[in-house]
């Protein structure tokens, strides 16, 4: 089963920062653009950042400024860099194309902003 597999989540302090990483098949990576997804607790997964093959990015509302999205096509990772993280960023976040596709969602990692 082809899976995307995240990492790098945990509990940071408001104001933290964490890297989350996400690595898959070259199958995935080879088609385009890649993103990053997220669920809280109660609320619908909504889309968080996202990267074009060439590096063109778009980020939500919410976390343009504090997040930077980045791709190793070479390592078929990307990366979310979050900083100056906020309680309302609790959430597992998870990694897929953009547009996701169903079948390629991963466990995710759960990243908890907290003091």
């Known amino acids: 089963q082809v899976q995307l597999v995240e990492s790098g989540g945990g509990l940071v302090q408001p104001g933290g920062s964490l890297r989350l990483s996400c690595t898959g098949s070259?199958?995935?990576?080879?088609?385009?653009?890649m993103g990053w997804y997220r669920q809280a607790p109660g609320k619908q997964r909504e889309w968080v950042a996202s990267?074009?093959?060439?590096?063109?990015?778009n980020y939500a509302d919410s976390v343009k400024g504090r997040f930077t999205i980045s791709r190793d096509n070479a390592k078929n990772t990307i990366y979310l860099q979050m900083s100056s993280l906020k309680p309302e960023d609790t959430a597992a976040y998870y990694c897929?194309?953009?547009?996701?596709?169903?079948?390629?969602w991963g466990q995710g990692t759960q990243v908890t902003v907290s003091s």
């Open positions: 897929n194309t953009v547009p996701f596709a169903t079948q390629y």
């Open positions: 070259g199958i995935i990576f080879s088609g385009g653009g």
């Open positions: 990267i074009t093959r060439g590096g063109s990015t």
